[in-house]
């Protein structure tokens, strides 16, 4: 909403229409906007955003560095090899999963070379985008992998292990590595 009465106001003040890039901008730091009572209030719009504010992009910031310490620690315990995202960037690695098995391992007779933790629901609209932007690049990059979706997912997405993208709702269980199997 403040968007739509920011790009109004603006339409209104200004000569030329205001640009994609000058609205972002002014959403992002609303102090550069020319009027302080609507600059205030939009101001207050971000802040009290309940579904895309910084306090709740903070919180999930939060709960997937969580899930992420988790899944680090249950590799640890496995005993498994990995890198992660911060030595994988170190490496030159612009697009990174949050881990690398340097050792592959099999989950349910699927290879798997990296992880993927995902502290979110996965439906249709979400994992199709990840899909898009993240999981398939991972594959060309360093092959067939494991998405974790820790608070479960539609099981009609998991359709692409064939190819190389297995989706569970937790840590696999029964995991083959090259010496022995790991229950």
Same mark, same amino acid.
């Given at each position: 909403?403040?968007?739509?009465?920011?790009?109004?106001?603006? /339409?209104?003040?200004?000569?030329? @229409?205001? &640009?994609? &890039?000058?609205?972002? &901008?002014?959403l992002r730091d609303p102090s550069q906007i020319p009027d302080g009572v609507l600059a205030n209030q939009?101001? /207050?719009?971000?802040?009290?955003? *309940?579904?895309? $504010? @910084? =306090?709740?992009?903070?919180?999930?910031?939060?709960?997937?560095?969580?899930? %992420?310490?988790?899944?680090?620690? +249950? =590799? #640890? %315990?496995?005993? +498994?090899?990995?890198?992660?995202?911060? /030595? +994988?960037?170190?490496?030159?690695?612009?697009?990174? @999963?949050?881990?690398? +098995?340097?050792?592959?391992?099999a989950v349910e007779g699927h290879i798997i070379h990296w992880i993927e933790s995902k502290a979110s629901f996965g439906d249709e609209c979400s994992h199709h985008a990840y #899909?898009?932007?993240?999981?398939?690049?991972?594959?060309?990059?360093? !092959? @067939? !992998? =494991?998405?974790?979706?820790?608070? !479960?997912?539609? /099981? %009609?997405?998991?359709?692409?292990? %064939?190819? $190389?993208?297995?989706?569970?709702?937790?840590?696999?269980?029964?995991?083959?590595? =090259? *010496?022995?199997?790991?229950?």
């Amino acid at each position: 909403m403040a968007r739509l009465i920011l790009e109004r106001f603006l /339409q209104e003040h200004e000569e030329t @229409p205001p &640009s994609k &890039s000058v609205i972002n &901008s002014m959403l992002r730091d609303p102090s550069q906007i020319p009027d302080g009572v609507l600059a205030n209030q939009v101001y /207050q719009c971000i802040v009290n955003d *309940c579904c895309y $504010g @910084p =306090l709740v992009d903070c919180i999930k910031h939060a709960i997937g560095h969580e899930h %992420e310490v988790l899944l680090r620690d +249950l =590799l #640890l %315990e496995k005993n +498994l090899s990995f890198l992660d995202e911060d /030595q +994988l960037r170190a490496k030159g690695y612009d697009k990174t @999963p949050d881990f690398i +098995l340097q050792v592959p391992v099999a989950v349910e007779g699927h290879i798997i070379h990296w992880i993927e933790s995902k502290a979110s629901f996965g439906d249709e609209c979400s994992h199709h985008a990840y #899909l898009h932007d993240q999981f398939w690049s991972y594959w060309n990059r360093f !092959g @067939p !992998g =494991l998405v974790i979706y820790w608070y !479960g997912f539609i /099981q %009609e997405l998991d359709c692409n292990r %064939e190819r $190389g993208i297995l989706l569970k709702a937790c840590f696999p269980t029964n995991i083959v590595t =090259l *010496c022995h199997s790991i229950a």
